[in-house]
């Protein structure tokens, strides 16, 4: 089993920051790539961004330039620095992570969500 633990979501003024964290613990022997995704009221769930184990990033256009995911691979833990955001932004946002909890076997783990809001 692999536990994901997210924090860092709240409610942000248009045009403030939020830095998300999701820190992956249990049963892990390696850590393929991991992500950051959002669901909004009504609207199906969507990839934010994602990195490799490489370092690899690719993001959605409408958070291109704003939003920054890095990991830190010690700590098996990822990040999603959001910058300059926008009311659209505000989602229920998943971390995923593709892992190995032995060789040669791989799975897929989800966090619970944060709600980030951003309103005035």
């Known amino acids: 089993q692999v536990q994901l633990v997210e924090s860092g979501g709240g409610l942000v003024q248009p045009g403030g920051s939020l830095r998300l964290s999701c820190a992956a613990s249990?049963?892990?022997?390696?850590?393929?790539?991991m992500a950051w995704y959002r669901q909004a009221p009504g609207k199906q769930r969507e990839l934010v961004a994602r990195?490799?184990?490489?370092?690899?990033?690719n993001y959605a256009d409408s958070v291109k330039g704003r939003f920054t995911i890095s990991r830190d691979n010690a700590k098996n833990t990822v990040y999603l620095q959001m910058n300059s955001l926008k009311p659209e932004d505000t989602a229920v946002y998943f971390c995923?992570?593709?892992?190995?909890?032995?060789?040669?076997?791989?799975?897929?783990?989800w966090g619970q969500g944060t709600q980030v809001t951003v309103s005035s």
């Open positions: 990195i490799t184990s490489g370092g690899t990033t």
């Open positions: 995923n992570v593709n892992f190995s909890p032995r060789l040669g076997v791989w799975s897929d783990s």
């Open positions: 249990g049963s892990i022997f390696n850590i393929r790539h």
